[in-house]
């Protein structure tokens, strides 16, 4: 019963090879030279609340959107799949090379983790946490979770 909970957890029966935190994805990247870090959030996102930096690595996450803002007939903003995602991805990434996807705070990027699973990759994770973690006590990201409160390397334009 406990094994079938953690591998619910970690997301090895959903359909992608799992969960991993923040500290278990830069010693991935870290030790293995083919480990990709795929952030799928938003150039809003990108550009506003920062990126990882791998440079400490030698290497620099690949930027692939999950999602695109479009225009709504009432003139809303709303997001939408990225019809290019998969061919972005399965053109910069060895399909048998870690893939480590990372969004906000996990949910982008585990779907993305399954869908690129599906379309072939083995060892496609998602980072729990993503790259601001949930919101703390203040209703604030980046300090309960994530690539940031972790204290690993990122940066800001």
Not at 12 to 18: M, V
Not at 52 to 72: E, I, M, R, S, T
Not at 73 to 99: C, I, K, S, T, Y
Not at 100 to 127: D, E, K, P
Request: aromatic share 8%.
């Amino acid at each position: 019963m406990a094994e079938a909970a953690r591998k619910s957890e970690t997301g090895a029966d959903a359909g992608y090879a799992g969960d991993i935190d923040a500290r278990a994805a830069w010693e991935m990247l870290a030790s293995d030279r083919t480990a990709v870090l795929i952030d799928v959030r938003s150039r809003a996102e990108w550009t506003f609340v920062g990126v990882p930096d791998l440079g400490k690595l030698g290497k620099a996450p690949l930027f692939v959107a999950w999602q695109n803002y479009a225009a709504a007939a009432d003139g809303r903003a709303l997001m939408v799949p990225n019809p290019e995602f998969a061919a972005a991805v399965a053109g910069a990434v060895d399909r048998g090379a870690p893939a480590i996807f990372i969004c906000r705070s996990g949910g982008r990027s585990r779907a993305a983790a399954m869908a690129m699973t599906a379309q072939g990759f083995r060892r496609a994770y998602n980072l729990a946490g993503g790259f601001e973690g949930d919101r703390d006590g203040e209703g604030h990201r980046g300090r309960s979770g994530g690539w940031k409160a972790a204290g690993l390397p990122w940066t800001q334009e």
